[in-house]
């Protein structure tokens, strides 16, 4: 509302009214029953000891369509535990406290219950009943591949490894560099789309998602219609029957069943290695939902073994010692039994944490033949289950890229001609198109490039493409030919020295040509010519290569490049413009 003064003899300025906000960003879990018949108490959601707890209060809602429980409460441990030292160091009193707020308010809809939390509210919520699978699931079916903006992935081997990487403004999927058969996302935020929530219906502004194995962080409504509008909206979304294909390779990646034969298996093995002592192969993993608070953690509660014990630091051997004596059997059972919770402060009063299972904060791998599982979150993973699938898809999806550069034939030499048609010759009709650099054999040298130098590629195409080409009988040549156009890349972003002396060749070699000098998202073509001159398909790519490819393209991508592939023919120029090569015989 604009309020706009009407008397001509005064000037008052215009004031815009600010309007109150429709929606606020809410963490949204989806709970599991227990699979009975009968609809469940919704207090059977919430850990017990809130429901009863001096200072909370549990209420029934019934208010313009919102059937639920609303538990609501303040923690106040009383004086902080740095007012000590505080006083010590100044000689003045201090008597601070921190109070923590908490608000969980769960809703039945006709397919599912959902829980809402404010402030440190989903401290309350039964963890068994979270359901694991809603927020990464949902985020993979409505977010935009091209505004990622954070992904926090678990490798799946024995060291516990976590990275996450962030991208302010947004950037690919494919820019994150994630091993696709090696990882498992547990946390992804960026903008959606298609997902008509009550934050957008001003169409002025784009909505934002984090996904976690846990929950989702999103932008819900401020009313109880719109809420559930916005809860109708979601619903629709992880009713789809598939991701969306760029992010599908997430949702790839699945646990064993708990019940399963296999994982059954599995628990025996690692519940005789936690027998043995020590702990190798084994390695202290932080919990998804402790992950964000982690850093603040003063102190942890242990509750293992019908004991608790509050300690400054975890460590994987503390967990294994603590069950190492039980009998067969009983030592995985009570580390899962187990509780582990963070706190703020040294002396365990500012709860940071819910109570997770201890075994949640171990992770270990096993092998059983020539295969590995890996133990994380207290569920099994085999590593590398769906490595086929992933790689002949990732292939088929780079084959099916948009070719921006033209490959000539790289005919046979007939008797007679003055020189043979090896890659050098090949080379220079690549560079006879109008717009393209001949770089065979010209080199960069620098300190750090001792030797030979490095040649940063075969040719530069017109729009700055660096074009790499090789003739292969076999995988060994492909290798050297994907690691060139990685080291290239690596080179000319990172090496400054390099980057300049590269930059002045080729104002030598071909004065104001376009390429892109800050190198930030290069393009890198691969031209290969395989035996006899046979089409180069996804089918005809050896196996190795397509592996040393696909590892290779996930570095470019991650640093910003783009990958395109050109199969080169002995009869006819191929890429742009041209007819790709149809389907052959697979290589072995």
Not at 14 to 20: D, F, G, L, P, Y
């Amino acid at each position: 509302m604009t309020i706009v003064n009407t008397n001509p003899e005064t000037k008052i300025k215009t004031k815009k009214v600010k309007k109150a906000p429709t929606s606020r960003k809410t963490s949204l879990y989806r709970l599991r029953d227990k699979g009975g018949t009968d609809q469940e108490d919704l207090r059977s959601y919430v850990v017990a000891s809130y429901l009863d707890r001096a200072g909370f209060q549990a209420r029934a809602v019934a208010y313009d369509g919102v059937d639920g429980l609303l538990v609501t409460g303040t923690i106040a441990p009383g004086r902080a535990d740095w007012c000590d030292v505080v006083e010590a160091l100044t000689g003045l009193p201090t008597a601070e406290e921190n109070r923590t707020a908490l608000s969980l308010l769960l809703i039945r809809t006709d397919k599912a219950v959902y829980g809402l939390t404010y402030g440190m509210g989903h401290l309350m919520i039964d963890q068994a009943r979270i359901d694991p699978g809603f927020g990464i699931g949902f985020a993979i079916r409505c977010l935009k591949e091209d505004r990622i903006t954070k992904v926090r992935r678990q490798v799946m081997d024995a060291r516990g490894r976590t990275d996450e990487n962030s991208a302010t403004s947004g950037e690919h999927i494919r820019g994150f560099g994630i091993e696709q058969f090696g990882e498992i996302v547990s946390q992804i935020s960026g903008q959606i789309s298609g997902v008509p929530l009550t934050f957008t219906q001003d169409h002025t502004r784009a909505a934002h998602v984090t996904g976690n194995d846990r929950s989702i962080k999103i932008a819900l409504g401020n009313t109880p219609a719109t809420l559930l509008h916005d809860l109708r909206e979601i619903e629709e979304v992880c009713a789809r029957p598939s991701p969306l294909p760029v992010f599908e390779f997430i949702a790839q990646i699945r646990p064993l069943g708990p019940k399963s034969e296999q994982a059954q298996l599995l628990d025996a093995r690692l519940d005789e290695k936690l027998g043995e002592g020590g702990a190798m192969r084994m390695a202290l993993a932080v919990p998804s939902t402790c992950r964000d608070r982690f850093e603040q953690a003063e102190s942890f509660k242990v509750t293992l073994a019908k004991s608790t014990h509050t300690h400054a630091e975890l460590d994987v051997e503390m967990l294994v010692s603590a069950v190492e004596h039980l009998p067969p059997g009983k030592r995985l059972s009570t580390l899962r039994d187990g509780r582990i919770m963070m706190f703020a402060d040294a002396t365990g009063n500012e709860v940071i944490s819910s109570k997770v299972p201890a075994d949640h904060w171990l992770t270990t791998e096993v092998e059983d033949g020539v295969v590995h599982y890996f133990y994380w979150q207290g569920r099994w993973y085999e590593v590398g289950a769906e490595y086929l699938t992933v790689i002949e898809d990732r292939i088929a999806e780079l084959f099916a890229h948009t070719v921006s550069v033209t490959m000539p034939p790289w005919t046979k030499a007939r008797p007679g001609d003055s020189e043979k048609h090896d890659e050098g010759w090949f080379n220079k009709q690549i560079a006879a198109q109008d717009g393209y650099v001949l770089l065979d054999k010209d080199t960069v040298h620098t300190e750090r490039l001792r030797g030979g130098g490095l040649e940063i590629a075969d040719a530069l195409g017109p729009a700055g493409q660096l074009i790499c080409v090789k003739k292969s009988k076999d995988t060994a040549p492909l290798n050297h030919l994907f690691s060139q156009g990685r080291v290239a890349v690596e080179t000319l972003r990172n090496d400054r020295e390099a980057r300049e002396k590269f930059l002045a060749k080729l104002d030598e070699l071909a004065p104001g040509h376009s390429l892109d000098r800050s190198f930030r998202s290069p393009t890198v073509v691969f031209g290969i010519l395989l035996k006899d001159g046979v089409p180069l398909t996804p089918s005809s790519l050896f196996a190795f290569a397509k592996v040393s490819l696909l590892h290779t393209t996930t570095l470019l991508e991650g640093m910003g490049a783009r990958v395109e592939i050109v199969s080169i023919s002995r009869v006819s120029a191929t890429g742009k413009g041209a007819t790709p090569p149809s389907d052959g015989p697979t290589r072995k």
